[in-house]
Each structure stands twice: as structure tokens, then as C-alpha cells.
């Protein structure tokens, strides 16, 4: 070792020697190097030990140290001294070392007695107390790794000689080859290593062949995907997994791209794609994958093995399907199909019936945004009205408008829209559209057929019954039982024909926006007492009774009275209908935020399921038997609903089996009136 604060003392070498004087002719301790490198069965650290155990004996020092020094910091890598010397792994600055002036000198450097030297106030010499050192640089794979150095507390008798110089060069050479074997030893595990904690760790599918295909190794996902273990298969062709034995075959044959186990790379351009290959599981089940071939070259770009990385895209192949089969499905629909994204409100898909309905190309339509085809409804208006949609307010949405195709015709369509999120949080508007100009032509030829029929019908009908009744009262004589019976029948069929033309007459007002309406605030409270008892009678006849709850007394609303009324008898007639001799129907209201609830609650069966979906369509009648006869024509709720929400409310139901059924309004309530 020497120090910083002095010259490197570099003592003349003796040329008689010392307690092995002529040591370059010593074969001895040639041999016994020899013999201790030769060993194979010591592992690298007791090999490195008896090394420099051999030195302390060689240079009757009896400390010696290997180092590894980095930058100032100087690491004891292996030591062998009596038992107050340092650890292994302890580290000191490189300045309080001897060995500072051993890289200095980049060569061999000893001196025998430090205290007659000029290096005496060296930090090692006060710190350690070392009179003799003999030390050099190992270099390791042409890089300098450290020192090894002996030394001893106590001077040696005589200075160092060439021949200590020249064996310790030797010597420090043979460490070094050790230290740069271990090393690439280390590497060689660890490249082992790695590469096994990849191969097996792979999602996919991997064998390991040698040059001749025959399997030396495959991966758990392997096992697992085609159901044989490593004793199945070790040293059985590879071949025999493939659906096509020649696809493995010609495959390993043709150049291919190859992973070295040098350090050497394989060329950019060299590419790697996977191939579509069948595979036989062990149960004979045959499957799809993508498969890579990688060709394992060794130090002289001899072939050493093969790797195939084998991943199944049965799922995927099936997906594939299912998505081609659904998109041919969607792009062949009749209807009218546009996805468009919720941001931009671009259209990102069209299918066939989209593109050929409104005349514009495929591409033309892609540039286009549903507010582009839709009169009626300014960005700002659809963006307001699909919010819901977007903050999960509503799962859907019904509702007709207008298109207009390229050269500016409109035409009517319903339209049934939904957004659909994806897994990443972005989602999809989903339309279908159905062009309705048919069925609107049919309603306006319905609706002009019913207004007609209806206005001929209504004028003589209403003579008919008025006669009839006069009849029944006795005006033309008094009547036989039978001929009273048969009057009685005739009244009340008169009565349900007059009925259900008011009823058709009013649908077709209300549909065609003829029906008027005189709206004006006032309070809610007076209308329902109206209505209730305005069916005292129908409830009395049915056995049922009527009671109010009125939880918003001071409520006002903005209708027309009569209409509402025409509402509130409609759900009451129904209510009264649909309960048990001995029930009760409830009126209810209450308020709710800015809007009053008026609630109609029987006491009755409950609506069926299979009814339900339709419960405000025209002429629909859950119990045919029963409105039957009790003279409903089954336009009465879907009259309702189209009176309350042309008074700006809307209308709906809850219901359960064997308990009973709600109808309730909302209408917003006019707190200023």
C-alpha cells in the first residue's frame, strides 16, 4: 500500500532474494498455483482464499488482500490475516491505502520498512501500523479492477526482489483471468436465469427444440394450452403437435430470424412476423395460432436450437366472427343505423340503409353530424336534449322528427337513441331510425276515416238515444217487463257508442293539434273535488269508495279545467273499474321540488307484465272482458296522456301483482298565481 502525502516508494529490489530467494525458478509454488486454479471442484471464493493463502507463504507476509476500487472508494473483496484484520466488504477511502501509489505507479511497488521510509506520516502507516507491503493492479478483462496486496505490521527482513515482482504479476494475472471467469459465470447464470424466469413466466405458449426439433423445454402456459407435461414430450418431435407435421418441418428449414447467445445482434432487417398455424392439443381438439419461429445460433452461427412462441387466437378468431356477423347484420338492416361520437357529434359509422335513405356517399355523411340532417333541431337543442343521456339521467330516448336527404326532401322518422360506454370511459351514441312516411300517410288516412265516420255517426246516434230514453221513461205509454229490458240494453249500447265517438274524435283532435286548449292558473284542489265527484256515482254503483289526501292544499296550476278533469275521470273510471267490491281509491297530491304529483291509487290486481309496455297505446285494454262490461274503449289513457302533456306535465305508472296500481301526473306548479 502506500499514500497520497508521499512519494511512492519504489525500493531497489534485491537480487539475492529472500526467504525463497530465485523464486521465478521456484517451481514449487508454480505448482501449487498451478494446482489450485486446476481444481475444479472449489468453488471461485475458496479458490481465490487458497490463492492468496499461497501468497502470504511465497512473500512471508501475512496479510493479503484483494480490492475492487471505484473512483476514491476502496472495497475488501477477499482477505486472509489474523483475526483483527478487516472484513470482507469493509471499505476505506482510497487515499488512507497503500494502494493509492499502486495505481499511480500502474505497476508492481513494495517496500519493506515503513518507518525508515519517506511514506512514515502516511494515514495507513498511523492507522494500521504496516511496515511491509507488496501490491499491484489486477486488471480484469482489460479494465483495471483493483489491487492485490500483502502486507504485514512487522518490517521484512530484506527488500523486495525482481523475482517477487515478477511472481506477484503472475500471480495478479491468474487472479484476474479467476475474477474475469467468475464473473462471466455470473453473467452466463444470469442470462440463464432470466431467460427461464421469461420463458415461463409468458402468457404464451413457448418450447425450447434442439437442432434436431427435438422439445428440450416448454413453459406452463404451454402445459396448460395443450395439456401435456415436460415428461410427455422431452425429446419427442416437435412436429407432433402440429395439425400439419410439414408446417414445422418447413418452416425450421427456411432461413429464419435469429436470437445469438453472443453478444452479436441480429440485423434490422430482419423481421419475425407470426404465422396462422393449427395445432393438435393432446385430446385431438385442433386450435389456432399465431406462432413465431426464432432460430438460437451459437458462437459460430451454428444452429443450437429453436424457440417457438405459440399464442392461441381461438377467442379472437371467434370474436372476429361475431363482430363480422354483427356488422353484416347491422350494415343490411332495412332500418337506418348512425353511431356518432358524443364530443364532436361526428358520425363514425353508417350503416347500408343510412347511406342509401339519405343520398349523401358514405364518405359525405362521415363529415356530417346528426344536426346536418335534422331541421329541427339546432346543436344547441340536441346537445340539451341528449344530456340526459350523458349524466345517466335516462337509458334511452323515443321520439319522431324530421331528415332531410341531400336534395332537401324531409321525410318523418322515430328514432330510438341510446349511449353506449365503452370499457376506457368513452362511449357512443347509438341511433336507430325508422322511416315512418308509410306509416304517417296510413294514420292521416285512419284519422280523416274515424273524424268522418265518427261526425256521421254522432248526430243520429244522439237522436237514437235521446229517443230511447224517453222511450224507457214511460213518454210514448207504459211498457211490458221484456219491452223495458230490452230499452234498458238498447240505452246503455247507445250510450257506449256515443262514448267511444267522442273518445275517437278527441284522439283525432289531439293528434292532428285541433283539440283546444284554455289554459289559465288556478288552483288544483277545486279541479280534483270536481272530479271525484263527478264519479261518486260510477264509484257507489261499483261498491267502491273515494277519498282525497290532499298534502299541496295551496297548490295552483297552469291548465284548462275541463281537460283536466276529462284526465282525472279517465284514471278514477279506471281505478273504480279495475277494484274489488268493498275497495277504495285514493286521490292523492303532494308537492315535489317545483312540480305537484297527483296520484290515483286502486286497490286492485295490479297491470300484467306482458301489458305493461303498452298500457298508453291506442285501444289497449289489459282485461278485454271486464272494460267490455264495463263500457271502456281503451282510448283512455292514451287520450290522458296526449291532454297532460299538451298542459306541459307528464303522465306514468307504477304497479304490483295482487296490490294494486298507481296512475300519477306531474304538473309544475304555479307558486306566484
Same mark, same amino acid.
Given at each position: ?10 525500493? /531497489? ?59 476514491? /472508494? ?86 523486495? =526482489? ?35 424466469? *421469461? ?6 405458449? +413457448? ?95 451454428? =444452429? ?31 332500418? +337506418?343505423?348512425? +353511431? ?24 359525405? $355523411? ?37 331528415? /332531410? ?51 256521421? *255517426? ?45 273518445? *275517437? ?65 279517465? *284514471? ?64 283512455? $289513457? ?23 296500481? =298507481? ?11
Amino acid at each position: 500500500m502506500s499514500g497520497k502525502n508521499a512519494h511512492p516508494i519504489h525500493q /531497489q529490489p534485491s537480487g539475492t532474494g529472500g526467504r525463497f530467494a530465485g523464486v521465478a525458478g521456484n517451481t514449487q509454488s508454480l505448482a501449487q498455483l498451478h494446482n489450485i486454479i486446476s481444481q475444479q471442484g472449489l468453488s471461485f471464493n475458496e479458490k481465490i482464499t487458497q490463492i492468496i493463502k499461497l501468497g502470504t507463504d511465497v512473500f512471508d507476509l501475512p496479510v493479503a488482500i484483494i480490492s475492487q476500487i471505484s473512483g476514491d /472508494q476502496y472495497t475488501v473483496r477477499h482477505i486472509v490475516g489474523p483475526p483483527d484484520s478487516p472484513a470482507p466488504d469493509s471499505v476505506f477511502n482510497l487515499s488512507e491505502t497503500y494502494c493509492i501509489h499502486t495505481l499511480n505507479a500502474n505497476g508492481p511497488i513494495g517496500f519493506h520498512f515503513t518507518k525508515e521510509s519517506n511514506i512514515k506520516e502516511h494515514p495507513c502507516y498511523r492507522k494500521f501500523g504496516l511496515e511491509a507491503y507488496l501490491g499491484t493492479p489486477i486488471i480484469v478483462d482489460g479494465e483495471r479492477y483493483g489491487t492485490v496486496n500483502f502486507s504485514s505490521p512487522t518490517p521484512r527482513q530484506q527488500p523486495f =526482489t525482481l523475482e517477487d515482482y515478477w511472481f506477484i504479476n503472475l500471480y495478479t494475472q491468474w487472479v484476474g483471468a479467476e475474477i474475469s471467469r467468475n464473473n462471466a459465470e455470473i453473467e452466463i447464470k444470469h442470462q440463464k436465469n432470466l431467460f427461464e424466469a *421469461l420463458f415461463n413466466n409468458m402468457p404464451d405458449a +413457448m418450447i425450447l427444440t434442439n437442432p434436431s426439433n427435438e422439445i428440450l423445454h416448454i413453459n406452463p402456459a404451454f402445459s396448460k394450452t395443450f395439456g401435456y407435461s415436460i415428461q410427455e414430450l422431452l425429446h419427442k418431435p416437435a412436429s407432433l403437435l402440429f395439425d400439419k407435421a410439414d408446417d414445422f418441418e418447413n418452416r425450421s428449414q427456411q432461413p429464419l430470424p435469429s436470437s445469438q447467445t453472443t453478444a452479436e445482434t441480429t440485423s434490422e432487417n430482419e423481421k419475425n412476423a407470426p404465422l396462422t398455424i393449427s395445432f393438435r392439443r393432446q385430446n385431438e381438439e385442433l386450435f389456432s395460432a399465431e406462432t413465431v419461429f426464432t432460430q438460437l445460433l451459437g458462437g459460430k452461427d451454428e =444452429t443450437i436450437g429453436f424457440v417457438l412462441h405459440i399464442r392461441e387466437i381461438t377467442a379472437r378468431i371467434q370474436a372476429e366472427n361475431n363482430f363480422n356477423r354483427l356488422k353484416n347484420t347491422l350494415d343490411n338492416t332495412l332500418d +337506418m343505423i348512425f +353511431m356518432f361520437d358524443p364530443m364532436s357529434l361526428k358520425f363514425v359509422y353508417l350503416n347500408k340503409g343510412a347511406v342509401e335513405s339519405m343520398g349523401y356517399s358514405k364518405k359525405e $355523411l362521415l363529415d356530417l353530424s346528426p344536426c346536418d340532417i335534422k331541421p329541427l333541431m339546432p346543436e344547441s337543442e340536441f346537445r340539451e336534449f341528449v344530456a340526459p343521456l350523458l349524466n345517466g339521467e335516462a337509458h334511452s330516448l323515443s321520439f319522431e322528427t324530421l331528415h /332531410q336527404r341531400k336534395d332537401g326532401f324531409q321525410f318523418p322518422v322515430e328514432i330510438f337513441l341510446q349511449f353506449v360506454t365503452e370499457t376506457n370511459d368513452t362511449g357512443l351514441f347509438i341511433a336507430i331510425v325508422h322511416d315512418i312516411t308509410k306509416r304517417k300517410k296510413i294514420d292521416a288516412l285512419k284519422n280523416e276515416f274515424v273524424s268522418t265516420v265518427s261526425h256521421e *255517426l254522432r248526430t243520429p246516434l244522439t237522436s237514437i238515444h235521446g229517443s230511447i230514453k224517453l222511450l224507457a221513461s214511460g213518454a210514448a205509454g207504459e211498457l211490458s217487463p221484456k219491452a223495458q229490458e230490452l230499452l234498458d240494453i238498447s240505452d246503455k249500447n247507445s250510450e257506449r257508442l256515443i262514448r267511444l265517438i267522442n273518445d *275517437l274524435l278527441d284522439m283525432e283532435k289531439t293528434a292532428s293539434g285541433k283539440l283546444d286548449f284554455e289554459l289559465c292558473t288556478q288552483p288544483l284542489h277545486p279541479i280534483i273535488e270536481q272530479a271525484i265527484n263527478a264519479n261518486k256515482v260510477y264509484a257507489e254503483t261499483h261498491k267502491v269508495r273515494l277519498e282525497i289526501i290532499d298534502n299541496a292544499p295551496d297548490c295552483n296550476v297552469n291548465v284548462d279545467a275541463h281537460r283536466l278533469i276529462q284526465v282525472m275521470s279517465n *284514471l278514477l273510471s279506471n281505478a273504480i273499474k279495475f277494484s274489488p267490491a268493498g275497495g277504495c281509491v285514493t286521490v292523492r297530491s303532494k308537492l315535489l321540488n317545483d312540480q305537484v304529483r297527483v296520484e290515483v291509487i286502486d286497490t286492485g290486481s295490479g297491470i300484467p307484465k306482458e301489458f305493461q309496455h303498452r298500457i298508453f297505446e291506442k285501444f289497449s285494454q289489459a282485461d278485454a272482458s271486464n272494460t267490455r262490461s264495463s263500457g271502456g274503449t281503451g282510448l283512455g $289513457l292514451s287520450i290522458s296522456k296526449n291532454l297532460i302533456e299538451n298542459m306541459g306535465g307528464n303522465i306514468n305508472y307504477y304497479t304490483q301483482q295482487s296490490i294494486g296500481t =298507481t296512475f300519477y301526473f306531474d304538473l309544475l306548479n304555479k307558486r306566484d298565481a
